[in-house]
């Protein structure tokens, strides 16, 4: 059973950065797409960013684009997102996930059905 745990969270002033980690166990990533999530407080959990099994197509939340980066490194079985001018508004839990054999697509890469393991989040909290 495929085991993601999450690091690199912490407080950091606006306009800093972050590199979150989802470093998985049990189990090889090369088959699954990876997503990141995250849930503010009194909000429901929404995607912020996936990176398919092969090709490298990544997809971001609006309010992220041009801020956040998803990448992968296979040979470590680990995922990052580095996290650029961070904002108050990023302030959350985040959680890594992974989909068996996903094949996201922009209408489905944050459909969270869609991922079958769950890492227990990291906080990211941004304020001065």
């Known amino acids: 059973q495929l085991q993601l745990v999450e690091s690199g969270g912490g407080l950091v002033q606006p306009g800093g950065s972050l590199r979150l980690s989802c470093a998985a166990s049990?189990?090889?990533?090369?088959?699954?797409?990876i997503g990141w999530f995250r849930q503010a407080p009194g909000k429901e959990r929404e995607g912020v960013s996936c990176?398919?099994?092969?090709?490298?197509?990544?997809y971001y939340t609006d309010s992220v684009k041009g801020r956040f980066t998803i990448s992968r490194d296979n040979a470590k079985n680990t995922a990052y997102l580095q996290m650029n001018n961070l904002k108050p508004e990023d302030t959350a839990v985040y959680y890594c996930?992974?989909?068996?054999?996903?094949?996201?697509?922009?209408?489905?890469?944050?459909?969270?059905?869609?991922?079958?393991?769950w890492g227990q989040g990291t906080q990211v909290t941004v304020s001065s």
């Open positions: 996930a992974a989909g068996e054999y996903f094949a996201p697509y922009a209408n489905t890469w944050h459909a969270q059905d869609e991922y079958d393991y």
């Open positions: 049990g189990g090889t990533l090369d088959f699954y797409a």
């Open positions: 990176i398919s099994i092969s090709d490298g197509s990544t």
